[in-house]
């Protein structure tokens, strides 16, 4: 009978009679890593965290008092939220820098009003509803927005004293984020200029100082817990480099020490030439960022929703086209949707697309990465399209664990003879798996083009009990668009 049953525990030694099992559950391991995603954000001094450590939180609630109702943290958890119910989510709570600075807006009223409504202003999109009468002055009304503030969760500023006809209003947390907070006033308020009240909203600014200096400490302290998605709101020019460093194909996350992966997703204001000009800054194939132009939601509550719905959509199938997921933020004003032509221009300069419905859902349209360029400054689409990333990530997960029971082997030359349940492998015989492997990887779409596979692997025994593997993956393309000719015809 040819060919040997190999045991892992069982000792052929053993002479003492009886009838023994010996369990190897090589074979049966149907095991998948865990797709979590992970916030980070600033907490507030209230909140119950740990600054600088990951925290998995279940609820919003909890978000609330772990890192403090109003924080970034909490905001973009209940953002999160609103898209993938289910997932498991993290966070990495960061405290303000001390040398940060709040960003700082106000709210003024002028006027005396001649009869009754109320006035919904929008901070950050959360809704604030106040009322004013005929007997009212400036400061009656400027006092109920700060009452209301109160009763409203999540909004990112508080409230100071009233003087001079004016509400002072300071970012909850420090630093440059809180400048992308909008104040507005809500179409659906009553008539207040007919009653003769002049409202002036002075938009946030003044925020500085990122807590960058925190963050490579709180990322070292991640350990190797796995993050696919990361939602990170600080795209200033201390925090990008310390983002590229610690996901880097080099010495990050996704070299060959580490292996761990993961993707940053990020948004930010501005005009069509300032995002422009900033995609020009950026070169890192780990980073999306989506526009968001005037949006009356902050970046922060856009990136923690399409990092949302990139984790409900890659849980399903990291291949699947990342667009037409529904999100949950305000549209900007109509007169700043970036036009068919715009969107192109923003998707070369590595930043990513939305659409907006007839009635005013916003859904993602396309992620692309802000990878531009190569080494050698040239343009280069490798890393175009963010479902890139997530495929390879898949597909090198894959591969690691279905080899993974070839560690326990010996390895032998190209030329011996290896009978079936040997302990024994070589290189033709790993090469041959790896190729059965890659096809049933492209029957269940994840991969293409499987006898170019076939005829490109090289699996190498260079001595020592090393094999070298070069691999020629080619992950499967996403439908894009459809070019129509309509050649119609008059008879």
Request: glycine residues 8%; aromatic residues 8%; contains cysteine.
């Amino acid at each position: 009978m040819s060919g040997t049953i190999t045991f892992p525990n069982y000792p052929a030694t053993n002479r003492v009679p009886g009838i023994f099992a010996d369990i190897d559950p090589s074979q049966a391991n149907t095991a998948t890593v865990t797709l979590r995603a992970l916030i980070i954000g600033q907490m507030l001094p209230v909140g119950t965290a740990t600054a600088g450590q990951a925290v998995i939180v279940p609820s919003v609630t909890a978000a609330r008092a772990l890192f403090g109702d109003g924080s970034q943290a909490a905001i973009a958890v209940k953002h999160y939220r609103n898209i993938d119910t289910f997932g498991e989510l993290w966070v990495l709570p960061l405290g303000d820098d001390p040398q940060g600075i709040a960003a700082k807006g106000a709210i003024g009223i002028t006027g005396t009003p001649s009869g009754s409504g109320s006035i919904i202003f929008e901070i950050d999109g959360e809704l604030v509803t106040v009322s004013y009468s005929a007997a009212d002055v400036p400061a009656d009304i400027l006092g109920r927005i700060a009452t209301a503030m109160a009763g409203v969760a999540d909004i990112p500023v508080s409230a100071g004293t009233v003087a001079a006809g004016t509400l002072p209003l300071t970012a909850r947390n420090k630093g440059e984020v809180g400048n992308d907070i909008l104040l507005a006033i809500s179409d659906a308020s009553s008539d207040y200029a007919a009653d003769g009240l002049t409202i002036t909203l002075t938009q946030f600014s003044g925020g500085t100082i990122n807590p960058f200096a925190a963050l490579p400490a709180a990322l070292a302290a991640l350990g190797t817990r796995t993050f696919d998605f990361v939602g990170c709101p600080y795209l200033d020019t201390s925090t990008l480099p310390i983002l590229k460093e610690f996901w880097n194909d080099t010495v990050g996350r996704w070299s060959w020490q580490q292996e761990l992966f993961g993707h940053v997703f990020s948004a930010r204001r501005g005009t069509l030439g300032e995002n422009a000009a900033f995609g020009a800054t950026v070169n890192n194939q780990h980073l999306t960022v989506m526009p968001v132009f005037d949006s009356p939601h902050s970046p922060l509550r856009w990136l923690a929703e399409i990092t949302a719905g990139v984790a409900v959509k890659c849980r399903i199938d990291p291949g699947l086209p990342i667009t037409q997921v529904a999100l949950t933020v305000g549209a900007p004003s109509v007169s700043n949707r970036p036009t068919f032509s715009e969107q192109n221009t923003l998707l070369y300069d590595g930043l990513s697309t939305f659409s907006v419905a007839d009635d005013g859902t916003v859904s993602i349209l396309r992620l692309v990465t802000t990878y531009q360029t190569n080494g050698s400054s040239m343009p280069d689409d490798s890393y175009l399209d963010a479902e890139t990333m997530n495929q390879l990530a898949y597909v090198i997960r894959d591969l690691r664990s279905f080899q993974a029971p070839y560690l326990t082997k010996k390895l032998v030359s190209d030329t011996t003879a290896i009978p079936a349940g040997s302990s024994a492998i070589n290189a033709p015989v790993v090469k041959q798996a790896l190729i059965s492997r890659y096809r049933q990887l492209e029957v269940n779409g994840y991969v293409q083009n499987s006898t170019a596979f076939a005829a490109g692997i090289l699996v190498k025994n260079i001595g020592g009990g090393r094999l070298q593997e070069s691999l020629p993956i080619d992950v499967a393309n996403q439908v894009r668009n459809i070019a129509m000719l309509i050649q119609f015809r008059k008879s």
